[in-house]
């Protein structure tokens, strides 16, 4: 098969887009993708300051490599999570994000939650019942804690994530199967800070497929970790993605169908707005300064100051 663009051999062909591309036209499409989705969601201009949450994994380390391509400011910051599943899981990743970061002269924030709060994330999830025997919901909060706080400090204008189509369409797809209303009006390429103290998300990699960033990823000659976290196994939505690929096999572009269909019915107002029932009863916590409408303290402080 040929490029579209050229006579050289093709090296991928996109079926859901009618379109195959060789090496030398695929490395450019991608970056001209994300800054197409860049300006047509608004998610932020060249002026901005930008904190891109890196992994260590293909999609977030291309996305800071795009961004680099494209002249945006962007910092990274690495969690450490202290999780090792035989595979030394959270070692690997910091280093190929700090090699990654070096090559290329950008700044890295590196928080570590054992050097911080003086255990992994596997030992807070055993400590605390938020836990059951799974640290991914103790992990998530960790995240979304550090992230909004090392954003708000840095006084950056958004924070970047690596969400593909699939990790969106998959999350459409269960809060769909919910009809989670709350969560359906909030997902989307850009989450605005609906309450102080918040910061501004966005996902400009939500309309590329899986397989175009590890295409990307791999004919760019990134060095990414190819292993998902051990804890990521038999989890939800790797089954919905499961599913979805299922349905694209027979329908190539069905997945970014169902995704774009559904960005669409949210601009023409079939979501409303949810009252947020914790509105009035919100403050910032005592002892991080973030938002919550629990009384005292927000869940995250109460976990790391619960004791067994
Ligand atoms: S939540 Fe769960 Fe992920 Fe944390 S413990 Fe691993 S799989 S990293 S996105
Ligand atoms: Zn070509
Ligand atoms: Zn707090």
Redesign the pocket.
């Known amino acids: 098969m040929k490029c579209r663009k050229c006579d050289q051999k093709a090296v991928i062909n996109m079926r859901q887009h009618k379109l195959a591309l060789c090496q030398a036209h695929f490395l450019e499409w991608v970056p001209a993708q994300v800054q197409r989705f860049i300006e047509k969601y608004n998610m932020f201009t060249h002026d901005d300051r930008l904190l891109v949450a890196v992994s260590g994994g293909k999609d977030s380390l291309s996305l800071w490599e795009i961004l680099w391509r494209l002249g945006y400011q962007a910092d990274g910051l690495y969690i450490g999570?202290g999780?090792d599943g035989g595979i030394a899981y959270s070692q690997e990743s910091k280093r190929l994000t700090e090699a990654f970061a070096a090559e290329r002269g950008l700044y890295l924030h590196v928080v570590s939650v054992p050097e911080e709060y003086h255990e992994t994330?596997p030992e807070m999830a055993d400590r605390t019942r938020r836990g059951r025997g799974k640290?991914?919901s103790v992990?998530?909060m960790t995240k979304r804690h550090i992230m909004n706080r090392v954003g708000r400090e840095g006084g950056y204008a958004a924070l970047l994530t690596g969400h593909n189509l699939d990790d969106e369409a998959a999350a459409l797809f269960g809060n769909t199967l919910n009809w989670l209303g709350g969560y359906l009006y909030r997902q989307g390429p850009v989450l605005e800070a609906n309450r102080p103290g918040l910061v501004r998300k966005v996902k400009p990699l939500c309309r590329l497929y899986e397989r175009e960033m590890a295409a990307y990823a791999m004919l760019r000659g990134i060095e990414y970790i190819y292993d998902e976290?051990p804890?990521?196994k038999g989890?939800k939505s790797i089954y919905y993605k499961e599913l979805l690929n299922q349905l694209e096999a027979d329908r190539p572009g069905a997945k970014l169908q169902f995704y774009l269909s559904f960005l669409q019915a949210k601009e023409n107002g079939i979501f409303a707005p949810q009252a947020d029932p914790d509105a009035e009863n919100l403050h910032p916590c005592p002892t991080c300064g973030q938002p919550t409408s629990a009384p005292g303290e927000c869940a995250f402080c109460r976990m790391i100051l619960q004791t067994a």
């Open positions: 999570l999780i994330i640290p991914c992990c998530g976290c804890y990521a989890s």
